[in-house]
């Protein structure tokens, strides 16, 4: 296989996929969780849910951020990959603090949001009660400025499905 990019090493892009396919399951099966366990808080899937999901999502979130900021960097002058950079994955509001509003959270911000996020809180309300929403939201600061981050992980998704196969 001949290198991609500029650097003398390339990533293992199934490595990288199946880590993304596992994060987009992890999400779009939680609601299943809930229906195959209905009401009982004590059932088994609900219980190995509780216990092992947001160290999961964490742990998936970080993993690709990094393959995927990574990558960009390798193939990062090649016109797909600024597209797939500039890809709206959520919203992002730079100053909370300041209330100045929100903006567009590209794919390349949101890799380097997810790395540097303090806190990363799945968008469920009570988990112990709720499945997953399609939504994480990341909290942070630069310099003094406290943000904030709604990452969609559909569109997180895709785009890093994108940035491996290296099509727009």
Not at 40 to 45: A, C, E, Q, S, Y
Not at 123 to 141: M, Q, Y
Request: proline share 5%.
């Amino acid at each position: 296989m001949v290198p991609n990019g500029r650097n003398n090493f390339e990533l293992n892009a199934a490595i990288a996929l199946r880590d993304v396919y596992r994060l987009f399951l992890l999400f779009a099966g939680d609601e299943r969780i809930f229906d195959l366990a209905g009401a009982d808080r004590k059932d088994p899937l609900r219980l190995m849910r509780n216990d092992l999901f947001v160290d999961e999502i964490i742990h998936l979130l970080i993993g690709t951020a990094i393959a995927n900021r990574i990558q960009l960097e390798h193939t990062g002058a090649a016109d797909e990959a600024r597209k797939i950079a500039d890809a709206a994955c959520g919203e992002l509001q730079p100053d909370v603090l300041e209330d100045k509003g929100s903006q567009k959270l590209s794919f390349r911000e949101a890799c380097n949001k997810i790395v540097h996020a303090i806190h990363i809180v799945p968008d469920c309300g009570n988990p112990a009660e709720n499945p997953l929403t399609s939504e994480v939201k990341l909290r942070g600061h630069k310099g003094k400025q406290a943000w904030v981050a709604y990452l969609n992980i559909p569109q997180y998704v895709r785009a890093s499905v994108l940035n491996f196969r290296g099509q727009p």
